[in-house]
């Protein structure tokens, strides 16, 4: 508890001590009861009273203070002195809740986000010393000790350590570094001592771009939010023109001031729109805290909305259901032994960069000795001629095998099939293809599972491999041999097809796919770890690249919804109810403190429940 | 030109969102956000106006709320 809520605590009990002792001892009435209850009142209530004079001063008519201290001072007219500081003490006590609630929350949010590292170790005449990250430049060595966070990108240069990532993609498995590999700012270096060089600045950092996308996330404020701040500003001059209304017009007809102004005190209590006004971000904030320890990055609430309406989703296949790594998956010799194909293929291709040759000396899995290749020739579009162990290899498609007459056949297996023939023999076939994730067809499972009706793929691959995959992963339509500007038509079209009240999530890998990122309703970027463009142009950027973060994302997203509604309708309801029982002198000034503050700290806590949206059990 | 001010002592929701239909009124502001949750004032202005935005931003924040001080660094 801060100070100043100490400080209202105290008053608090002090006032309530004093307000039973009269209760007990004091008159009911007269102007000895009215001195007397006077001096609670002001305990609880100068503040109040000191902020409506000078915000009133200030042209702030329709303020909470302003409305609290017109219908106490009201209330004490009228001879309800207990009532009077009671309502007081009872507002008081719900504003110091939901402030402490409101810090609660907000630590607990920004907890999550705090990956902000404090210093980098440089080593300066062989001794270690700590400087702040941002006075670090690009190429600067920096040392990071076992529990330390890794301040800036970089490179490894020596050490090898197991990095956790957990602050940064939600994933509780650590990952091994070692001298070459890449690390991200953010994570935490849990053993070893690694030498690091610094390959961005702080600024460009991934830990800087993350910590200033989910401090802006607030700024991009949801439709319910903008709702609710302009149905506030109505709100409230509405029920004090209508309590107005109840203390002059029903009295000229039926008698009884003092009854109907004491309804008309009522009016002004419940007038407070608070708990509407903070309900409804602190929900948002919470969803999007909660998805930001799930390793999933929303950058405004209005997001949040978008994609809890999704009926669509169109997925780009590499990289995102696929791994969009090159593999050998089936492997069919005629006549000799997998391995004595896989060497001849990778040896033939050992002096390509294709992707392709990678993929098969991958499978060989040893450096060629390459003295044993006397000849090697590369037929471009066809695949390559060499001379091995003094026999001729050929390696490549289809076309190849025709051109020198070799018979070949066909495989089942989909994917890109490299023939190999030895000295004008058919030797076998290779297939090489792209694995889907471990994730991807229960992300696809799950998503439908949550009611999205359409899943689509787009590919720039080939019919066979874009059928094959959507086939196996239960996909509704699949759209192949696309080029990049053939995904932004693709997306329009299914834009204009779709039921406009759902929206139409586009998911990629993020490195070609900025335009159509940006075309749909929300662009989902994946593995944003360290790409700009991904960042810069989705919506929701998913830290890592598991395909089932999506439909987690949209969970939280419904969840987040569903409370930020609950908390409306509540807060609406009760005001309502108690609006009309106070018109009909049914409600008391209780009920309207309840409905007012009561409201609000229950809508505050209906809030926090977002933040835990999508925790996995 | 955009900028980003932390909001000392926002202790109320609804303040913060009278303060920014105020600041929005401001000449020459482009757009304004006040979050009560991160407590903090987006301001987007005309950069050669910007000095002069800010310190009638700080005017109406101060009208609005005067325990609320906008923190300029």
Redesign the interface.
């Known amino acids: 508890m801060k100070r100043k809520q100490k400080k209202v605590l105290i008053r608090i009990i002090l006032s309530a001590v004093m307000l039973v002792a009269l209760k007990i001892f004091a008159p009911e009435e007269g102007w000895i009861a009215a001195l007397l209850y006077a001096v609670p009142y002001a305990v609880i209530g100068y503040d109040v009273i000191f902020k409506a004079a000078?915000?009133i001063a200030?042209?702030?008519v329709f303020?909470?203070n302003f409305l609290m201290m017109i219908a106490t001072v009201g209330a004490f007219a009228t001879g309800e002195y207990t009532e009077a500081a009671a309502v007081m003490l009872f507002y008081q006590v719900g504003e110091l809740f939901q402030?402490v609630a409101v810090g609660k929350s907000?630590k607990s949010?920004s907890a999550l986000m705090d990956i902000r590292p404090d210093h980098a170790n440089i080593e300066v005449d062989g001794k270690l010393i700590e400087t702040d990250p941002e006075e670090v430049s690009v190429g600067d060595e920096i040392i990071i000790k076992p529990g330390e966070r890794i301040p800036l990108d970089g490179v490894v240069l020596e050490g090898e350590g197991s990095v956790d990532t957990s602050a940064l993609t939600g994933e509780s498995l650590p990952r091994t570094v070692r001298a070459g590999d890449d690390v991200v700012s953010g994570c935490i270096d849990q053993t070893g001592l690694l030498r690091v060089r610094v390959t961005k600045q702080f600024g460009e950092s991934t830990v800087a771009r993350i910590l200033d996308l989910v401090?802006?996330s607030?700024?991009k404020?949801a439709k319910a939010e903008n709702f609710i701040?302009r149905f506030?500003?109505v709100y409230t001059p509405a029920v004090c023109f209508a309590a107005l209304a109840l203390a002059v017009i029903p009295p000229i007809f039926v008698g009884g001031w003092l009854t109907w102004l004491h309804r008309a005190l009522i009016f002004l209590v419940i007038s407070?729109?608070?708990a509407l006004?903070?309900s409804v971000?602190?929900s948002f904030?919470g969803g999007i805290g909660g998805a930001g320890r799930q390793g999933i990055l929303v950058k405004g609430g209005s997001y949040l909305e978008v994609l809890s309406r999704t009926g669509t989703v169109v997925f780009d296949k590499t990289g995102t259901l696929t791994r969009g790594v090159f593999n050998v998956t089936a492997v069919h010799p005629k006549e000799i032994s997998e391995a004595t194909l896989i060497r001849l293929a990778a040896y033939a291709e050992s002096y390509s960069t294709h992707p392709i040759a990678n993929s098969i000396l991958d499978a060989l899995n040893q450096e060629p000795d390459r003295t044993r290749i006397s000849s090697c020739e590369e037929l471009s579009g066809r695949g390559v001629k060499a001379v091995i162990d003094g026999e001729e290899v050929c390696v490549g498609n289809d076309k190849l095998m025709e051109q020198i007459g070799v018979k070949w056949h066909p495989c089942h297996h989909v994917g890109t099939t490299v023939h190999v023939a030895v000295n004008g023999r058919y030797a076998g076939h290779i297939v090489i293809s792209d694995e889907l994730k471990d994730t991807s067809k229960e992300a696809i499972e799950h998503l439908r599972a949550q009611g999205v009706s359409r899943t689509v793929m787009l590919t720039g691959d080939s019919k066979a491999v874009g059928e094959d995959t959507a086939k196996r992963l239960g996909m509704d339509e699949v759209y192949s041999e696309l080029l990049p500007a053939g995904k932004v038509e693709k997306v329009e079209e299914l834009l204009e097809r779709k039921d406009p009240k759902s929206a139409l999530v586009f998911v990629g890998d993020g490195i070609n796919d900025a335009p159509v990122l940006s075309r749909a309703d929300i662009g989902i970027a994946m593995g944003a770890m360290g790409s700009d463009a991904a960042i810069e142009a989705a919506d929701i950027v998913l830290m890592d690249d598991d395909p089932a973060k999506i439909a987690l994302a949209l969970s939280i997203s419904r969840r987040t919804l569903r409370i930020v509604r609950e908390n409306i309708v509540f807060a609406l309801g009760v005001k309502a109810a108690v609006l009309i029982l106070g018109a009909f002198g049914l409600a008391s000034m209780w009920a309207a403190v309840f409905a007012d503050v009561g409201v609000s700290v229950i809508a505050i806590l209906n809030a926090m429940r977002c933040l835990h949206s999508g925790r996995r059990n | 030109m955009k900028k980003t001010f932390k909001l000392d002592e926002l202790d109320c929701a609804n303040c913060g969102a009278k303060m920014e239909n105020a600041i929005k009124k401001i000449d020459g502001v482009k757009d304004c956000t006040v979050s009560f949750m991160t407590q903090k004032l987006t301001l987007e202005a005309d950069d050669d106006k910007f000095d002069q935005v800010l310190a009638q931003a700080v005017k109406v924040c101060r009208k609005i709320e005067p325990d609320c001080e906008i923190v300029i660094k």
């Open positions: 000078r915000n200030h042209g702030q303020d909470e402030s907000r949010i401090e802006n607030a700024s404020k701040t506030a500003r407070c729109p608070c006004v903070i971000p602190l904030f």
